[in-house]
């Protein structure tokens, strides 16, 4: 028998369970929430607010720097890394309390502690106090979230690599760090640590940046970082690490030749992995794929009546804006008596590297392998006056539109604030406008949005 039984329990209290937990206990629900470690998930403790906290400090060294092409005169710059890891502290010490406060404003009893599954909607916990509890629910939802992979690669486990939490509280900046991987997280990184000031190499395995977008986006993102000063390697497979005095040497075999580099830091960043080796989902009935993703419908239910899976746990796109939208779902369905669905959801995302990376939908690659009649619409953000203006004009933007339909079908923006200008297109997909609205649209000058006049000029209508 189960210690307690309560109307709902969610392991996890990420940007999904979280709010989830505190819209069940203020419909009156009974609601207690488990967390292994601190309140707000991974994008508050350890992802997005952190990284983007950190990324600040570094545009701001890095327009120091360029202070010149302004006209402005600056000393000497340089980085107080542990500064710039206090007000990290403090950004996310702020988001977590806030978070904390909403909780229990909504009546959310919180456990502190490990959960496994022991029956059918029945869990164990393992509370940090050292006690056991076991908890029953009518439902049941898990937010628990995914951590940094670890690859096999012989020797890293005689090293101390770094991941995307651990490098984060580094009081001392690398001489020279290098990055395994050159994906979003990868590079968000390995910028940012060359303008804090160390030297920095990427070795991917990939024979290009950025595996999910077209080459020319992943070219161009290249060709930003190796003008800041990064040394990139790729279709470089790391074969061993290995530790010697003051740092790591890993070799590397690329395009056939065998090469060495020696750092004082390696940073993994090489994906992630949910959080369910430890959940026992088996014993629930909860179907799990090959990867330890947990397996749900359009409508996030599990294999097991009652439960249900939201965020990086069940797979697909880890950004914390779906896993919030996943929390929009259940409590559609689960409280108002919804139909809500993740059928046909639009996944935008911004990479935070300086330049912008922001993309929505499909790529031109993925569209013409859906063989859509499409036209690509692009343009260097040198062309972008107000790019100009502001001494940004590297990058580029890039849409593509079902020719069929005159609907765009998704684009990627490399520039200044390209999430918010990919954003502009997102509302355009959202309201089903064809392009020749942004197109003739009247936007204000100088703007980074009237760029879509001149962006879509050269496309001939249907």
């Not at 909504?106 to 456990?111: K, L, N, Y």
């Amino acid at each position: 028998m189960a210690d307690l039984h309560v109307d709902a329990l969610v392991i996890g209290s990420g940007q999904g369970g979280g709010p989830l937990a505190g819209a069940f206990a203020r419909a009156g629900r009974h609601t207690i929430l488990i967390e292994r470690r601190y309140i707000g998930g991974t994008c508050i403790n350890d992802g997005c607010t952190p990284t983007k906290t950190m990324i600040a400090s570094a545009r701001v060294a890095h327009l120091a720097k360029r202070a010149s092409d302004f006209g402005v005169r600056c000393g000497d710059v340089s980085v107080d890394l542990p500064a710039v890891l206090a007000r990290k502290r403090a950004v996310v010490t702020d988001f977590r309390q806030g978070s904390e406060h909403r909780l229990a404003t909504a009546g959310v009893e919180v456990i502190f502690g490990d959960a496994r599954f022991v029956g059918e909607r029945r869990v164990e916990v393992h509370v940090t106090d050292g006690s056991t509890r076991t908890l029953s629910a009518d439902t049941v939802i898990i937010n628990a979230g995914a951590r940094p992979a670890r690859p096999q690669i012989p020797g890293l486990d005689q090293v101390s690599a770094l991941d995307s939490t651990s490098i984060m509280e580094l009081e001392m900046l690398p001489t020279h760090l290098v990055v395994i991987g050159g994906g979003y997280v990868g590079v968000e990184f390995a910028q940012m640590f060359r303008r804090f000031g160390s030297r920095v190499t990427i070795v991917n395995r990939d024979a290009q940046l950025l595996a999910h977008e077209d080459q020319d986006i992943a070219d161009a993102v290249a060709a930003i970082l190796r003008e800041d000063g990064l040394d990139i390697l790729l279709d470089a497979q790391p074969t061993r690490v290995a530790p010697i005095p003051n740092g790591v040497r890993l070799e590397v075999t690329a395009h056939g030749n065998a090469r060495r580099i020696e750092a004082s830091h390696v940073l993994v960043a090489t994906g992630r992995v949910p959080n369910t080796d430890a959940l026992h989902a088996g014993a629930a009935g909860i179907a799990v794929d090959p990867r330890g993703y947990i397996t749900v419908d359009e409508r996030l239910a599990t294999t097991a009546p009652g439960v249900y899976a939201i965020g990086d746990v069940k797979g697909g796109p880890a950004f914390t804006h779906i896993s919030y939208d996943d929390f929009r779902i259940l409590r559609t369905n689960l409280l108002q008596g919804g139909a809500a669905t993740t059928a046909g959801r639009l996944v935008p995302y911004t990479v935070f590297i300086d330049p912008q990376l922001g993309g929505i939908g499909l790529t031109e690659r993925q569209a013409r392998a859906q063989r859509r009649n499409v036209a690509v619409a692009m343009m260097p953000m040198s062309h972008v006056a107000r790019a100009v203006e502001v001494a940004e004009p590297r990058g580029l933007m890039k849409v593509v539109v079902d020719r069929d339909t005159s609907r765009l079908l998704g684009c990627a923006v490399l520039g200044l604030e390209g999430g918010e200008i990919m954003s502009m297109l997102q509302l355009a997909m959202m309201g089903d406008l064809p392009y020749t609205t942004l197109r003739d649209a009247v936007f204000a000058h100088p703007t980074f949005a009237e760029s879509m006049n001149n962006l879509f000029a050269g496309l001939t209508p249907v």
